[in-house]
């Protein structure tokens, strides 16, 4: 496990922020730890790309949002997948499967 | 972008203030959560904080590129624009208010002439099923003076549909004016006599009760049965449930079985008619002697007809089957008539043509006009757009310091040229404005000169003149941003800025003199244009008219359903003769048959002569003895008849001096035999001679330009009882509208039963006949003088400008001992320099184009020097106008007050 977090997969924010709404509700920073943690600390979303991608997407229609209390009490905007996000989760996973897999085969056959 | 996401966006876009809280709400949330996180790994609360927003970073940034998402950036951008070219056109009110002005008037010159010839020609009639369909039948002969012709007996009407298997739909059309309703009540009303298949041409349904039917219009005589405009029947009638009620229209009482929507006009090219009846009622009601004939006979030229062709039809295919049935027509027509002329001679044809008849083959001198006068307001636009593309030059070589410093400071060239194209296009826009509202203040005076009374002439919901109106400032936009635009991309940034707030040197730009030259060769052209239809006008109406009717009235009475004997008949209009001459302050009356310039004909034969009508058209006019008094017309050999040639007296005329050097060269001809014959279906003429007693001066009476004014007059004393109805009076000064009123009190006095009188001046008809040339002469005059002021001012502009950048070479010139008459004359042959190269240019041009209106001038060489010259004059004249002021200020250039200030 290396100190430095990997570089985010250029497209696979959107990707990720889906898969984690998937799970649950979150708020924005609950979206971060959560894809922190599960990457094992591998993966930091930045904030400064999460909330616009939020707003983004929100626009979209592929995920709602509504103003919650946390569990501490503060109050907090959560963020949950809509039937549209669902839909585009599975579209954008499989193509990212398939391109992973594609890119994991040529980079085994170069280097043989 | 889905349609979802575009609602989306716009909804955020509309919320986008709350937005912006909640994310700055929601970025405290997520610093507090991190930071109680990091307190949690062990740092200090105020570390915590502290890293917390460290890592959250540019907090404004991050809202900015939320915002992104929550609307339309380009749109953004756009406005923000908007408002940068708002502020800069603000900030300089007199270019704003110089630009929107000329371009104003160029787009309101184009508005109003579409309106005008889109009404007269091209529009097409309102509720018509399919108009591309429908066409108005022509028939022309190569003997008939008019080449082709819209109006045809209602026999050949029935005969051309009868055969014609291109024709799926057919109606014929007549209009007239008469008086509809009782006693006091009587008003003159525009009726249509149409077939019963003509409301099946239109997507209509009556309002109330039904149309007529096929039924109702048979021949010999249609049903009395009238279907009244929705205009008429609620302005003037007041809505009244009239279903079933009766209706005096004309001589004849109609029951009225239907009101038409609102917005139908059928047909109709002038005022829309008031009450629409079957066509086949028409004769029975208006032209009494052709009831029984109307149907067999081909003397009587009162329909128009309008058909409809097969879907798939060609014209040509439409044409063929109309000619041969025409021709069949006319076989039939020989059949009683043995002077109808064989094919081979008359080569007859009838086809399909506009339904508009402005813009049919037998168009008048009007629409001709008019259609280079719609040229010309191109030509006004064009100059209009040169200029306004100078001042937009200029402006741009003011802000050149401004450019370069925003192009300095990283806006795209691209986003520059989108600002000059957004400041051209919201200065057109304002200019549509303009444009409209000149247009209907301006058209309201080209439509009085041109369009039938009681055309409307709305602008504002005029959607075909807004669109062209739009179409004109788009273009403009364009044509006006070319020039600036490549301008400004071309901008030299380093060099504007170096060279400090005195902003460039003077440089001629070669770009500024062409657009100057170019107004001033499109202003020549125009001003040609004016000068040789002023000229033709002047040479109408200095035309010896053989008579003078300014001072004459035609007071025409309409005796309505009174039916009067031959010998009532003309013992009625010699009493109203009398009431006439017994008028007070009058100056004697007289009866005449045709009015002027409705000549009419019949058959002549002279003793000698084997066709008369081949050597022309000899018109015949009937009047009372005193005729040529009152119309002032002299006699120059013989005598004018009188009370001695009475009915038993032997039978008289007199001849127009042409017809009596054409029909007796060289003989006298004072006691000549004529033989006249007025059926045209009768056989050769067993009638006694008419003598020829006096030889009159020629008198205008077919075309006001006509040379050859054949025309010969009889006596209609001599005549039988209907003739001569029109009276004329001689009033002692001009026809003013208190003198026509007190004219027509008198007569309406005189008129038996419900007939009435209507009071005309004479000098209309004359008016009529000069119209095209008046039209002419006023619009190209008119908008030649828009385009030398436009012109004019461009070059004001632009010596002023040049003046003020030269100053300091000037200064420098006065300084080295130039005098004020040096530099007066250096400024004043720039200006002029540009005035003659413009001149020479457009005289060019004009010598060109002038041939092609050569057809329209009368009695005007198209390359009249007179005009040429005068023009030349005047636009030198005007550059050296133009350019006096700016020359003045520059002979002010004070050497120490413009060296000093660098």
Redesign the interface.
């Known amino acids: 496990m290396s100190d430095t977090p990997a570089p985010l997969l250029a497209g696979t924010l959107d990707l990720l922020i889906l898969k984690t709404l998937a799970a649950g509700t979150f ?3 609950g979206i971060a ?1 959560h894809i922190k943690r599960l990457s094992r600390e591998a993966l930091r979303i ?3 790309s999460l ?2 991608a939020l ?2 997407m ?4 592929w995920i709602a949002s509504e ?1 919650k209390q ?1 569990p501490t009490g ?4 959560y963020y949950r997948i809509t039937a549209a996000g669902r839909k585009q989760l599975g579209q954008e996973e499989a193509d990212f499967k398939r391109s992973i897999a594609a890119t994991v085969r040529v980079l085994k056959l170069s280097d043989a | 972008m889905s349609p979802r996401e575009a609602v989306l966006r716009v909804v955020a876009w509309l919320r986008r203030d709350r937005l912006s809280a909640q994310l700055a709400a929601e970025l405290e949330t997520h610093a507090d959560l991190l930071a109680r996180d990091l307190e949690r790994e062990g740092l200090s609360p105020a570390e915590a904080r502290a890293a917390a927003r460290r890592q959250l970073g540019n907090v404004t940034a991050l809202r900015e590129s939320s915002r992104d998402a929550w609307g339309f950036p380009v749109v953004e951008a756009v406005l923000q624009d908007l408002r940068y070219a708002v502020r800069g056109l603000v900030n300089a009110p007199a270019f704003t208010a110089t630009v929107v002005i000329t371009l104003g008037l160029g787009i309101g010159a184009n508005a109003a002439m579409f309106a005008v010839i889109d009404r007269l020609m091209f529009r097409p009639f309102p509720l018509l099923r399919d108009p591309g369909s429908v066409h108005r039948v022509y028939v022309e002969t190569t003997v008939t003076r008019r080449n082709a012709y819209p109006v045809i007996p209602y026999t050949r009407y029935l005969d051309l549909v009868r055969s014609a298997p291109s024709i799926r739909q057919h109606a014929a059309v007549s209009e007239w004016r008469v008086a509809v309703g009782t006693g006091q009540a009587s008003r003159e009303q525009k009726v249509a006599g149409v077939s019963a298949s003509f409301f099946g041409f239109f997507d209509i349904r009556p309002v109330h009760g039904r149309f007529f039917g096929p039924a109702e219009d048979q021949v010999p005589m249609g049903a009395l049965v009238a279907v009244l405009a929705h205009d008429y029947w609620r302005n003037t009638l007041g809505s009244r449930d009239l279903l079933g009620q009766t209706l005096r229209v004309g001589s004849l009482d109609y029951t009225v079985i239907g009101i038409a929507p609102p917005g139908f006009v059928g047909t109709v090219q002038g005022r829309a008619p008031d009450i629409f009846i079957p066509v086949t009622t028409v004769p029975a009601n208006i032209e009494e002697s052709s009831r029984n004939t109307f149907f067999t006979a081909y003397n009587w030229d009162w329909v128009e007809v309008i058909v409809r062709l097969k879907p798939g039809v060609s014209e040509a295919a439409a044409t063929a089957d109309l000619t041969t049935a025409y021709r069949r027509s006319r076989a039939i027509q020989r059949e009683t008539n043995p002077r109808v002329l064989p094919d081979s001679v008359a080569h007859p044809r009838a086809f399909i043509g506009p339904m508009r008849s402005a813009a049919g083959p037998d168009a008048g001198m009007e629409s001709r006009v008019l259609l280079w006068v719609s040229g010309v307001a191109a030509i006004v636009l064009l100059i209009a757009c040169a200029n306004v593309a100078n001042l937009m030059l200029a402006r741009v070589l003011r802000r050149q310091r401004e450019i370069a410093v925003r192009l300095a400071l990283g806006v795209s060239r691209a986003r520059l040229l989108a600002q000059f194209v957004l400041e051209a296009l919201m200065l057109s826009l304002v200019g549509i404005a303009v444009g409209l509202l000149l247009a209907q203040w301006g058209g309201s005076a080209i439509r009085q000169l041109l369009l039938p009374e009681g055309s409307t002439f709305t602008l504002r919901t005029d959607w075909r003149t807004i669109g062209v109106a739009t179409a004109c400032a788009l273009a403009a936009a364009l044509l006006t941003t070319v020039a600036p635009a490549i301008l400004a991309a071309r901008a030299d940034m380093t060099a504007s800025l170096k060279a400090g707030a005195r902003g460039g040197t003077y440089r001629r730009s070669t770009l500024r003199s062409a657009l100057l030259v170019a107004q001033g060769a499109l202003s020549v052209l125009l001003l040609v244009g004016a000068g040789l239809f002023v000229r033709s006008l002047h040479n109408v109406l200095r035309i010896p008219l053989g008579y003078d009717a300014r001072q004459v009235v035609e007071v025409y009475p309409d005796f309505r359903e009174l039916r009067l004997g031959d010998a009532e008949l003309r013992a009625t209009l010699n009493r109203l003769l009398e009431t006439a001459r017994a008028i007070p302050a009058t100056g004697g009356a007289a009866r005449m048959n045709s009015g002027l310039f409705r000549s009419n004909t019949a058959q002549l034969q002279v003793p000698g002569i084997d066709s008369v009508e081949q050597l022309g058209r000899f018109n015949v006019q009937v009047t009372s003895p005193g005729y040529f008094d009152v119309m002032r017309t002299r006699i120059l050999r013989g005598r004018a008849y009188d009370e001695r040639d009475g009915p038993g007296a032997p039978l008289v005329a007199v001849v127009s001096n042409a017809m009596a050097r054409v029909v007796w060269p060289g003989r006298d001809p004072i006691g000549q035999c004529m033989q006249v014959t007025w059926n045209a279906s009768a056989n050769l003429p067993t009638d006694p001679c008419t003598r020829v007693i006096g030889v009159a001066e020629d008198a205008a009476s077919e075309r006001l330009t006509d040379e050859r004014r054949f025309m010969y007059y009889l006596n209609a004393e001599q005549m039988g009882g209907g003739w001569a109805s029109r009276i004329l009076v001689r009033l002692n000064g001009r026809p003013t509208l208190a003198e026509r009123e007190r004219v027509r009190t008198a007569m309406q006095a005189a008129m038996p039963g419900n007939g009435f009188v209507v009071v005309t001046p004479l000098q209309d008809a004359i008016d009529d006949q000069s119209r095209g040339w008046r039209l002419g002469a006023t619009m190209f005059a008119a908008f030649g003088m828009l385009a030398l002021v436009v012109a004019a001012v461009g070059l004001y502009g632009v010596i002023s400008y040049t003046v003020a950048q030269r100053m300091h070479e000037l200064a420098m010139r006065v300084a080295l001992g130039a005098r004020s008459r040096d530099i007066l004359r250096l400024v004043l042959r720039q200006g002029t320099g540009y005035a003659a190269a413009g001149v020479a240019i457009g005289l060019l041009l004009a010598a060109v184009a002038s041939r092609w209106i050569e057809p329209l001038l009368y009695r005007e060489h198209p390359r009249d020097p007179l005009v040429f010259g005068g023009v030349c004059a005047i636009m030198v004249g005007v550059g050296v106008l133009a350019s006096i002021g700016p020359a003045l200020r520059a002979t002010r250039a004070d050497p120490n007050r413009v060296l000093r200030a660098d």
Do not use: I, L, M
């Open positions: 708020h924005g920073y730890q930045e904030e400064g909330y616009p707003s983004r929100q626009v979209k229609g103003w946390t503060r109050e907090a905007r």
